[in-house]
């Protein structure tokens, strides 16, 4: 049976196991080095959440590359997007002529990845690249693209592995999904 825990009263029952993850993400470099062969890419990981896949991509990359990242309000302490994406830290790096590749924990609605889009675009990258671990495939909104994703997921809340709940849990090993609480039956009239 998958690993129960319980966050601030709240149960998260295990989705993605740290084996699984492992394997996606060595999947994901290999596409991404057969892709880059004869580039040299700049891999931009977005703060706070992707600090641990970006970490683990990162090192299963084989071919020459650079780094920088970029951070964005999140979440806050809620479980619901506030649909309100600010920059909290801009890229260090030059953009122009490079081959930018964004790397993203997780795709919800799109927005945030619209944004830096919108931030990044005008700068004339030689490309523009997204790989996230994880994409809810029916909250993103119509004409997200993302270019590598490594699971897509319904719309549930999740945290570990760098995705947090209020700030904690980011040190999980693995995805845990929010446990829909079970509903109580009703007395019929
Ligand atoms: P989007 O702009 O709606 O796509 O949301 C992107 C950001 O919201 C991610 O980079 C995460 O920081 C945060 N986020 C989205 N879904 C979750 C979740 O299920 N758990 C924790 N954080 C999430």
Redesign the pocket.
């Known amino acids: 049976m998958a690993a129960t825990i319980r966050v601030n009263g709240d149960r998260f029952v295990e989705m993605i196991s740290e084996r699984r993850i492992r394997a996606k993400v060595r999947a994901l470099a290999r596409q991404i080095n057969t892709d880059y062969r004869n580039a040299v890419p700049v891999f931009i990981g ?1 703060l ?3 600090f641990i896949f970006f970490a683990d991509l990162i090192r299963e990359i084989s071919v020459d590359c650079e780094i920088d990242f970029l951070k ?1 309000s ?2 806050g302490d809620a ?1 619901i ?1 506030s649909g309100d ?1 600010r920059l909290l830290k801009d890229l260090n790096c030059q953009v122009e002529g490079r081959d930018i590749i964004i790397v ?10 619209e944004y830096i889009r919108h931030l990044i675009e005008p700068q004339n990258p030689r490309s523009l690249k997204v790989v996230t671990l994880l994409y ?1 495939k029916d ?2 909104k119509p004409g997200t693209h993302v270019d590598y994703i490594g699971f897509s997921i319904p719309s ?4 570990g592995y760098g ?3 209020a700030q904690r849990e980011r040190n999980l090993k693995a995805v845990y999904r929010l446990k829909a609480k079970p509903v109580r039956a009703t007395a019929r009239p």
């Open positions: 977005i706070n959440g992707s964005l999140s979440y479980k997007s994406v993203e924990d997780i795709v919800d609605t799109g927005l945030s990845v809810k909250a993103v549930d809340f999740v945290i995705l947090d709940y």
